[in-house]
Structure formats: C-alpha cells, structure tokens
C-alpha cells in the first residue's frame, strides 16, 4: 500500500498493478510511387499505456518521419525524421499508433528495428 504523509495526516490508497512488455522487431518497406505506412505499434489495451523504446533506420535512400498518433489518427507532438544510419529514442504516452512513413519522393529499400517497452496498468 502507498502513503501519503503530511503534517496533520497520514493517508494510504491501494497500489496499482503495472504490466510492462517489451518488443523488438524488424521492419522493411519497399517504395515504388506513393508514400509507405509502416505500423510500427497499435495501442489496443487502453490509453494510459505509457511506451519507451527506439527506432532504428539502418538502410534507407532518403530521410523517413515516424509519428504518434491519437486514437483520433492525429499527431501527439511534432513528426521526428530520422536519417538513414541513425536512431531515436523515445518516450510517450496515451498513444494510439506509432507509424513510420517511407517517401515517395525517393524510390527504393528502406529497413531497421523498431523496439518498444509499454507499460499499463491493470484495472
């Protein structure tokens, strides 16, 4: 149980129970004339999940932009581009979709790894 303490009470409420996951995998895309979305993660538990992990763009001929979208598909914060041999850590929290978008602009193989650590409670 976890107490708060101030100068006139103490005061408990019951512990949460957390569930943390934690996911590694590749990811590849071919572009050939339109955009590439790339689901990186979809929320499906709830909206408190909390996520931290990495994205990795090994191989790429152009700049590519990952995204956190709400459960409404709109962007949390600014879109983060990513060069190729580069990587981004992050950490965010009631999320709905995590997508990388490969351009259309430049044609070719892009590939890296994408590894999330969510963490939610159990209700």
Request: glycine letters at 6%; a negative charge; one cysteine or more.
């Amino acid at each position: 149980m976890a107490c708060n303490s101030t100068s006139t009470a103490l005061t408990c409420c019951s512990d949460k129970n957390y569930v943390q996951d934690k996911v590694c995998t590749p990811w590849s895309g071919t572009v050939v004339a339109a955009d590439v979305l790339i689901v990186a993660f979809t929320n499906n538990l709830n909206q408190n999940i909390v996520g931290t992990g990495y994205l990795q763009y090994d191989v790429g001929p152009a700049n590519i932009t990952l995204d956190f979208l709400d459960s409404a598909g709109n962007p949390i914060n600014a879109t983060l581009t990513l060069a190729p041999g580069t990587s981004l850590a992050f950490t965010y929290r009631r999320f709905s979709v995590i997508q990388i978008t490969l351009p259309a602009a430049t044609a070719g193989t892009y590939q890296g790894e994408f590894c999330i650590t969510t963490r939610y409670p159990i209700q």
